[in-house]
C-alpha cells in the first residue's frame, strides 16, 4: 500500500482473536457442534463468520441452509462459547498490554470495534481486571443500534467519528479477512495481526502491514515518524 502512519492519530482494535485468544474457543465449540446438527461445514465456512456480527451469521444460515435449525444451531454455539468464557478459558494476546501502554503513552486515540454483543466484551475485559473506560476512547459492538456488520465498513468509520478523526487518520488491527475489508472499505489503514487465518492474496494486497502479534505493531508505529 501507498498509506502511511505518519500522520495516524488513532488505533482501532477488533476483539476476538486479535485482543483474546477466543478464537479457538469458537472453533473448538464449531466443531461440536457440526457434530451434534449432523452437518458437515468447514473451517473455510467458519472463518467466513469470523468478523460478522450474530444476526448477519443468523440471517446468512436460515436463507442459505432453510433444512438447518439454524436458531438452535446458533444457540448452541453462543451457550457453549459462553459456558467456556465463564470459565475463564481465555488467553490475553501476546504484546495487548504493551501496545496499549505504548499508545497511551504516545498521544494515540484508541478504540474498540468488535462484533461481539457489548454484554459479552465487558465480561471479558472484567475478567481480566481491566475497564474498558480506562483502555479505549470509543466502544462499537455487534448489538449497538442499526450498526452494519463486517465486512460493510459502517463499525469503524463510527469509531473514527467517535475518537473525532478522519478515517484516514485510524489504523485497524483485525485478525478476520471480514474485518481487513471493513477497514478498507471504510478508508482506514488494515494492519492483520495473524491468528488462525491465514492472509489471502486480498490481505497481502491491501494490508499496510501484516503482524504476526500486537508487539509488532508496537516495532510497525515506532518505525514512522507520527505527527498526532
Not at 501476546?94 to 454484554?119: D, H, M, P, Q
Not at 500486537?214 to 515518524?225: A, C, N, P, S, Y
Request: aromatic share 8%; hydrophobic share 40%.
Amino acid at each position: 500500500m501507498s498509506q502511511s502512519l505518519q500522520n495516524v492519530a488513532g488505533v482501532i482494535f477488533d476483539m476476538d482473536g486479535t485482543i483474546f485468544d477466543t478464537e479457538r474457543v469458537w472453533q473448538e465449540v464449531f466443531v461440536r457442534a457440526n457434530d451434534k446438527f449432523g452437518v458437515t461445514f468447514s473451517e473455510e465456512f467458519r472463518q467466513n463468520t469470523c468478523g460478522k456480527n450474530e444476526a448477519t451469521i443468523r440471517a446468512e444460515l436460515l436463507a442459505c441452509y432453510p433444512q438447518l435449525d439454524a436458531e438452535g444451531y446458533r444457540n448452541f454455539i453462543i451457550a457453549s462459547v459462553e459456558e467456556k468464557l465463564a470459565r475463564g478459558e481465555v488467553d490475553v494476546k501476546k504484546g495487548f498490554a504493551e501496545l496499549i501502554g505504548y499508545l497511551k503513552e504516545n498521544g494515540y486515540k484508541t478504540a474498540l470495534a468488535t462484533s461481539s454483543n457489548r454484554s459479552r466484551a465487558e465480561r471479558l475485559f472484567q475478567m481480566k481486571g481491566w475497564a474498558m473506560s480506562q483502555l479505549f476512547d470509543s466502544c462499537v459492538f455487534g448489538d449497538d443500534e442499526g450498526v452494519k456488520s463486517k465486512p460493510d465498513p459502517d463499525m469503524f468509520v463510527r469509531s473514527a467519528k467517535k475518537m473525532g478523526l478522519a478515517e484516514e487518520r485510524c489504523v485497524v488491527l483485525e485478525d478476520s479477512i471480514n474485518g481487513i475489508k471493513a477497514a478498507k472499505n471504510g478508508g482506514l489503514l488494515p494492519v492483520m495481526v495473524i491468528d488462525l487465518i491465514a492472509p489471502d492474496v486480498y490481505c497481502e494486497e491491501n494490508c499496510f502491514a501484516i503482524c504476526n502479534d500486537l508487539g509488532e505493531v508496537v516495532d510497525l508505529l515506532k518505525k514512522h515518524t507520527i505527527n498526532i
